[in-house]
């Protein structure tokens, strides 16, 4: 839909919820597996394999992301992928996408129709078939999206963290660090707050670009989730928080020790390590024999003193823990 006129795009404290939604839902379409979609007091959303995958994720600006940085589209396609990966990593297809926005008085309609835009946009992309079938609004100082994501095993078995054995190859499908380098030019070159600097594309590299779309607009292959659990994987995650910590959790769900080799890592390893926006899916195989679009980059090997090593080396706490490391930067 074409962008509202500046003469036409009231704050939302002056206008009704029912003005918000109705803008809203005008720009969602519905999901193939949808019964029942908006406009009820739930929505009904067919299962197929007789079992349904759900999981959820908040975005909060501040630690999560920075408006100076990310239009409404730009968040309604991050809020939607992030939550797409991680049904991906059980080896689900995804078929409905639940959200519930807290959003300032002072926020411009407009804003919000990009956002349900950049939903819409990345369920067409990353999961053809899913879309936004419900959700609530409501008011906060804070600009907070909740997002619930439902899928579909399509018959096969959910692939968890748990399943990884000695022997086992450890593949990774998607990007690795490109979005941790994104993060580095937003902080490095702009700035946000009372006297904000806003991204400035024409000023960036092709390759900062690059680096900065990955960063506020991932594309997880989440097409490849199910590919892995039919191939066989015996454990698989999403690396939202970095690989060394994804890679130690996986260890330790598993009781074994991922061993990392660092020349499969890139020219920039430690990145590849603490970076993990992204949303690469991490998993492991029983032979070395990947499926397409997965690559090798290690071994599971029996269960030692540390669950991650980096060429024979213990990985020291890279990643992003929210309790641990926030201090104003963005990460998720």
């Known amino acids: 839909m074409p962008p509202r006129a500046a003469s036409d795009d009231p704050r939302l404290g002056d206008v009704s919820e029912g003005t918000v939604l109705r803008s809203i839902l005008s720009r969602t379409k519905p999901a193939t597996a949808t019964i029942i979609g908006p406009g009820d007091d739930a929505a009904v959303i067919a299962a197929p394999s007789g079992a349904v995958v759900a999981t959820t994720d908040t975005l909060v600006h501040g630690p999560d992301f920075r408006l100076a940085w990310s239009s409404g589209f730009d968040l309604g396609w991050k809020a939607a992928a992030v939550n797409l990966a991680d049904v991906a990593a059980m080896g689900a297809t995804p078929t409905a996408l639940l959200v519930a926005l807290a959003v300032p008085r002072d926020l411009r309609l407009s804003f919000v129709e990009q956002l349900a835009d950049g939903f819409h946009a990345a369920c067409d992309a990353l999961a053809p078939g899913c879309a936004v079938v419900g959700g609530d609004l409501t008011v906060s100082d804070v600009l907070t999206i909740a997002v619930t994501a ?23 499908a998607g990007e690795m660090g490109l979005a941790a380098q994104g993060l580095g030019v937003l902080f490095g070159r702009f700035r946000d707050g009372d006297t ?23 594309v997880p292959p989440i097409g490849l989730g199910p590919v892995a659990a039919v ?24 009781e074994v020790t991922i061993a990392l080799d660092r020349a499969a890592l890139g020219i920039h390893p430690r990145r590849a390590l603490a970076g993990g926006e992204d949303h690469a899916l991490l998993a492991t195989f029983p032979g070395d024999a990947l499926p397409p679009g997965f690559r090798r980059i290690g071994r599971v090997i029996a269960r030692t003193e540390h669950p991650v090593l980096h060429d024979g080396e213990p990985v020291g706490p890279l990643g992003w823990d929210p309790y641990r490391d926030w201090d104003g930067h963005a990460g998720s």
Do not use: H
């Open 196 to 218: 904000p600097i806003p991204v400035d594309a024409a000023a960036l590299t092709s390759e900062e670009r690059a680096a900065v779309t990955a960063q506020l607009r991932p």
């Open 231 to 254: 191939a066989g994987a015996t454990a698989m995650m999403d690396v939202s928080d970095g690989l060394a910590l994804d890679a130690g959790r996986m260890a330790d769900a598993s």
């Open 150 to 172: 439902l899928g579909d095993l399509g018959g096969v078995r959910a692939v968890t963290r748990s399943g990884a054995r000695p022997g086992d190859v450890v593949a990774i």
